[in-house]
């Protein structure tokens, strides 16, 4: 069974950066579709990004189009998302899921295995 084990996360000021990554043991990570999801404290969980296996297609949530980019390193089982322009609102724990069947996905069910979440603080 894979496992996943984000880092990365932190406090950051508005308008600053931070890169989470997201680590996967075993074998097969080249043949997930990955993605990362957050959840802030009384919401639900929120789809932010989405790789396919090769990581030729990506696709994001409206809210984070043009500041975040998902990207992957499958020789190192790794998956990555940039973050820039960081706002307030972005404050929640950060996901990341693989999907062992299928293409990209938006949809939190769509994935099978998910990591622990690392916290991410945007101060205004």
């Known amino acids: 069974q894979v496992q996943l084990v984000e880092s990365g996360g932190g406090l950051v000021q508005a308008g600053g950066s931070l890169r989470l990554s997201c680590a996967a043991s075993?074998?097969?990570?080249?043949?997930?579709?990955m993605g990362w999801f957050r959840q802030a404290p009384g919401k639900e969980r929120e789809f932010v990004a989405t790789?396919?296996?090769?990581?030729?297609?990506?696709y994001y949530a409206d809210s984070v189009k043009g500041r975040f980019t998902i990207s992957r390193d499958n020789a190192k089982n790794t998956v990555y998302l940039q973050m820039n322009s960081l706002k307030p609102e972005d404050t929640a724990v950060y996901s990341c899921?693989?999907?062992?069947?299928?293409?990209?996905?938006?949809?939190?069910?769509?994935?099978?295995?998910w990591g622990q979440g690392t916290q991410v603080t945007v101060s205004s």
């Open positions: 899921a693989a999907r062992i069947w299928g293409t990209t996905s938006a949809k939190p069910n769509g994935y099978d295995i």
């Open positions: 075993g074998r097969a990570f080249s043949s997930y579709a």
């Open positions: 790789i396919s296996r090769s990581g030729s297609d990506t």
